[in-house]
């Protein structure tokens, strides 16, 4: 499989598309019409721009198109401010969320649990969505009184958490050389069960985000913090 093949089938993973409507009889219309040679080009640019394009410019392209983005087990949707609570950021639980000891979170979960160096040991442990056999799908770590939080959950899953944010969004950012992703101010997080629906009642008003992966495992850093602050958290996970 050829570079621009495997680009534009990536680029497909990132769409949503609605069902094509029936154009039959506008394709015919212009078919008539006398041809324009500016077409072949803008079509032959367009293929180049989406070939030439690094992973966080590709989902920033499915994000205008579809209003909808999906990174290391989050997805982030697009919203008017007018339909974003106000407030202050404030926790809710998670299903099924326990304050253990950092020893019993490791063992209650199937991906290690790192710390951020930058931050000392944790005040408080959760873990959250337990399955059948009781081994949960989130650790969260908690600081400053629970302000500053760090929720690491297992990337090989499907979604985990949803956002909404009011325009531009989000940005990319890196950490530790890898895409990861900077949410700017309060938004609204939702909690994403097993099943992929969207915990309505889990919904809350969240501070500013980073997200990012490292292996099988994702992060979301949240609290009052900066963007270069929080890039330096994320990078002393230990």
Known sequence: MGDLERELRDLSAWLETPDAPDVTARVRVRLDRPARR???LAAAALVAVVVAVVPPTRAAVADAVTGLLRFAGVS??????RTLPGGTPSPL????????TLDEAQQAVRFPIR??????PPERVL???????????????LYDGGALRVDAFDGRLNLA????????GADWVQVNGDFAIWVDGPHVLSYVDRAGEVRQETARL???TLIWQEGDVSYRLEGAVGKAEAIEIARSLR
């Open 38 to 40: 500016w077409r072949p």
């Open 76 to 81: 982030i949707a697009t919203t008017p401010a």
């Open 93 to 100: 639980p998670l299903p099924g969320q326990r304050s253990i």
């Open 115 to 120: 710390q951020p160096a930058r931050l000392g």
């Open 127 to 141: 873990v959250a969505d337990p399955d059948a056999t009781g081994t949960c799908r989130v650790a969260t770590l």
């Open 161 to 168: 958490f949803h956002k909404e944010v009011t325009p531009p």
């Open 206 to 208: 969240a501070a500013s």
